[in-house]
């Protein structure tokens, strides 16, 4: 299939051909699907969240999507980032959360989903220097399926200790300065 700079980049909101789309994207897991299907629409039309989608235009399929917003994230002592050296005692920090991350069955296992997270790292970046959004970290909620992807492409364990847990789902994180290696000058 096609590597992400073959693929389209469009906003779910934007985008002409959604409900045939929408329908053929499968992702293997069924809380996702669902979310795709019924809800990132609505959500996206509302900003409650931006849902950005990969659009493989010579074969009409939507290759996979992600889910973002605004938001903040508590920390306390216990947790594996590094605090503010301006003020200590902070202990809620601005961030931008992925609620959803999803490559189509169909494109999985060939480096895409790295690439559109590469890209996405570059495109806080950008939107940070041109907008000044600041933030200081990026998170999702990963699955236990899903963790090593993550760690793969920088995130690390909130609470580290969850780590040799196997639990079902953890708090991952990467570091605005981390993002950094990742971007692309």
């Not at 469009?10 to 409900?19: D, E, G, K």
């Not at 493989?56 to 290759?63: C, L, M, Q, R, S």
């Not at 940070?128 to 990026?138: C, P, R, T, W």
């Not at 780590?163 to 953890?170: D, R, V, W």
Request: glycine share 4%; charged share 25%.
């Amino acid at each position: 299939m096609s590597s992400s700079n073959e693929l389209k980049k469009i906003r779910l909101n934007t985008f002409v051909n959604i409900s045939n789309d929408i329908k053929s994207f499968n992702c293997g897991d069924v809380k996702l699907n669902d979310f795709f299907y019924k809800d990132a629409l609505g959500l996206d039309e509302e900003n409650n969240l931006a849902t950005v989608i990969y659009y493989d235009e010579e074969y009409k399929k939507i290759a996979a999507f992600y889910t973002l917003s605004a938001s903040s994230i508590q920390m306390d002592e216990n947790d594996s980032y590094e605090k503010s050296k301006v003020k200590e005692t902070m202990t809620e920090f601005s961030a931008i959360k992925i609620h959803y991350f999803a490559v189509d069955v169909e494109y999985q296992n060939q480096g895409l989903g790295k690439q559109i997270m590469t890209n996405l790292f570059s495109d806080l970046i950008d939107a940070d220097f041109e907008y000044n959004i600041g933030f200081k970290v990026l998170y999702l909620e990963a699955l236990l399926n899903a963790m090593d992807f993550y760690s793969n492409v920088g995130f690390n364990y909130l609470k580290p200790w969850e780590e040799p847990l196997n639990l079902s789902s953890s708090i991952m994180l990467i570091n605005y300065e981390d993002l950094e290696y990742f971007y692309k000058f």
